[in-house]
């Protein structure tokens, strides 16, 4: 793994916006696997700022992110749908019919998954994958557990995760206990994987993600088989490294 160290969350975002648009410069065409949650805000805000600058372009990019809760509509703020339209595809250049989510309001989650699959499938593979991390080591929403899942799929998600996403909620009631995500070969399929790492609270998972054993019960620790994972965290982050 090549791990970039970063002064702060700022300059993290910067680092990893940089990467992210070098290969929208070399491949303006290309596919990218986008992430929510806090983590990635600055990167996106970064790539916004570019994009008015007149430095990057987003009409040839393709976007398929990793995850959507489950039984929550596109037009409600806390689904991932209006997140990415909040944070980044509302505010530039990209054709919106290149954007894809699972889809939340499929009840039938057999198909949910299958779709979504076809949809990756369909991409010609993801060329650069941004993740952040979950405290308990998760990627997307793949959560610890006795296998890693291939595919698309269904999660109940974790008590730590519901708990940790309440913040964006009236209360923990509200957190939608389950989810759609793209699965770990999925995501090891991707040609390059940038994962954001930010803060101290991620720094003990931070180490057994980049030293650990690599087990499902740190499903991020399967990074450590992908060979071109790059990592961009703060000095919080890597303060146990
Ligand atoms: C979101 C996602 C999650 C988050 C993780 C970290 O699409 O896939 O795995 O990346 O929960 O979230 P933050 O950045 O809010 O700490």
């Not at 990627?139 to 996403?165: D, M, R, W, Y």
């Amino acid at each position: 793994m090549n791990i970039i160290r970063a002064k702060d969350y700022d300059d993290m975002s910067r680092k990893a916006a940089n990467i992210i648009s070098a290969q929208m410069i070399m491949k303006p065409n290309c596919v990218l696997g986008l992430a929510t949650g806090s983590t990635p805000i600055g990167v996106y805000g970064q790539l916004v700022s570019r994009y008015q600058e007149g430095d990057l372009d987003f009409s040839g990019i393709t976007t398929v992110n990793l995850d959507e809760y489950r039984g929550i509509s596109r037009d409600n703020e806390q689904s991932y749908y209006y997140f990415m339209h909040d944070n980044l595809f509302g505010k530039v250049n990209i054709d919106l019919t290149r954007t894809f989510l699972p889809d939340g309001m499929e009840p039938d989650s057999g198909k949910a998954c299958q779709d979504y699959d076809r949809v990756i499938a369909e991409t010609g593979g993801v060329d650069l994958q941004l993740l952040g991390l979950g405290h308990n080591g998760h990627i997307g929403f793949n959560e610890p557990g006795p296998v890693f899942k291939a595919q698309t799929h269904c999660v109940k998600l974790a008590e730590s995760t519901i708990k940790a996403n309440q913040r964006f909620f009236a209360s923990a009631d509200e957190v939608p206990k389950e989810a759609y995500t793209m699965g770990i070969k999925t995501i090891m399929l991707a040609k390059k994987i940038l994962v954001v790492v930010s803060g101290a609270d991620k720094a003990p998972i931070l180490k057994k993600v980049i030293c650990g054993e690599i087990t499902p019960e740190v499903q991020a620790s399967v990074l450590q088989l992908h060979s071109d994972v790059t990592v961009v965290a703060d000095e919080a982050a890597l303060s146990e490294l």
